[in-house]
């Protein structure tokens, strides 16, 4: 395995640093005055559009895209990606956005290049692509639960020449934002088949007769508004043509399954840069405190703090390169359980490291004066989306079981 970067990412490194210097987080203050200013408003204050501008010139828009998915000379493989990635997650409220690489647009976007029609690229993806309109993912519902997707519920029966939906979904991110046109819904069209092959994807467009956005929920109190919340929505009756079918009928897994491998590695690729910023703000608050006498940064204690911090991040950087290059070599489905090995360490390492910047920081870590709540509340929430850590403990304990010998094979 070979995690050096070329001469390409490097230069994509420093053009991206620069960009996250000069314009990106001196924007977090703005962003923050202009959300305030609007207190009725969902999704992106006027802000991201000049950052949205500046990226595309400077060639740092779509970066996401696999290499596969991509007709651009300078498409990134995943392992590429990473340390982009990881930049932009010093500043996970605007970098993604601005580099038109945010969930859920990400994923849904490679689900429309991988399955969708000429018709449904050239109304949905084209504008997604070009940064125009956002995007939702419905799956999650609140009366079931969804960690097991089979227990998904959501009516989707045919009519005609039509889809008839029926059933409640929640947090579906950036469902209340102003641009968001379209979302892709999962529910099941055939009930009667076996297990694995009951489930759709549809694609409801948001203005369609029935969608009712019931309210947002929050993550441990943050309201999540640049991102356009996390809607609950409530379908009633909502009606779409046949052609909105994405992918094959009774291949929704399969299809979502597409779209949440890259997507929980890219969640890690962002949250070990999340620690770097906790790891960078620690050291300057340990370095400039000064309690009974003398700095934090001379106390044993917050020493080996910091030194924790170092090791652990960096051990959490090698699983998610190891997950990127296979998906690399082999494809998402063979690296399955080294993204899932990724996306149970990282959070957790995230978290533990916010968690002692925050206690270096002292009250101030608790307050809205530092992005370590915010940051704390992304890696906690990251243990639930996308599959919480139980499941995918699950799923890599049955293939370490089924793949170490017995003692009496070792043995011979």
Not at 286 to 296: E, K, M, P, S
Request: glycine share 8%; proline share 6%; aromatic share 6%.
């Amino acid at each position: 395995m070979e995690f050096g970067y070329s001469t390409k990412v490097k230069e994509l490194q420093a053009t991206l640093i620069e960009f996250m210097q000069q314009r990106v987080l001196p924007a977090e203050a703005i962003l923050e005055q202009q959300l305030a200013s609007q207190p009725d408003h969902w999704g992106a204050p006027p802000v991201m559009a000049d950052l949205k501008a500046a990226a595309k010139r400077q060639g740092l828009w779509n970066l996401f895209l696999p290499m596969e998915d991509s007709e651009s000379p300078t498409a990134l493989t995943n392992l590429e990606y990473a340390p982009l990635a990881e930049i932009s997650g010093w500043s996970p409220t605007i970098a993604p956005e601005a580099l038109n690489c945010s969930p859920p647009d990400t994923g849904n976007m490679e689900l429309l290049i991988r399955y969708g029609t000429q018709a449904q690229k050239q109304e949905w993806l084209e504008p997604l692509l070009h940064g125009e309109i956002r995007s939702c993912f419905a799956m999650t519902e609140p009366d079931v639960a969804s960690a097991d997707a089979n227990n998904i519920r959501l009516q989707i029966v045919e009519d005609g020449e039509e889809w008839v939906l029926s059933g409640r979904k929640w947090w579906t991110t950036a469902a209340l934002r102003e641009d968001n046109r379209i979302a892709m819904v999962m529910g099941v069209t055939d009930p009667e088949t076996e297990i694995g092959a009951r489930h759709s994807i549809v694609l409801v467009p948001m203005d369609t007769p029935g969608v009712n956005i019931v309210r947002s929920t929050s993550v441990l109190g943050f309201s999540d508004r640049h991102e356009g919340g996390h809607g609950e929505i409530q379908f009633d009756q909502v009606r779409v043509p046949k052609e909105n079918l994405l992918g094959p009928r009774g291949r929704g897994f399969a299809v979502a399954q597409a779209r949440l491998g890259p997507g929980r590695i890219h969640h890690c690729m962002r949250l070990i840069g999340m620690a770097e910023r906790a790891i960078a703000l620690m050291v300057e608050r340990a370095r400039t405190r000064v309690a009974f006498g003398r700095a934090l940064a001379e106390e044993g204690v917050v020493q080996a703090t910091i030194a924790d911090a170092r090791i652990t991040l960096d051990a959490a950087r090698l699983t998610v390169l190891r997950a990127a290059w296979r998906m690399d070599i082999e494809g998402a489905k063979a690296a399955r359980h080294d993204i899932a090995a990724a996306k149970v360490l990282v959070p957790n390492t995230v978290k533990k490291i916010v968690d002692d910047a925050i206690q270096i920081f002292g009250g101030a870590g608790l307050s809205q004066d530092t992005p370590l709540a915010m940051l704390y509340s992304q890696a906690r929430f990251l243990q639930i989306a996308d599959g919480p850590d139980q499941v995918h403990r699950r799923s890599l304990a049955r293939a370490e079981i089924m793949a170490t010998p017995s003692l009496h094979e070792v043995r011979g």
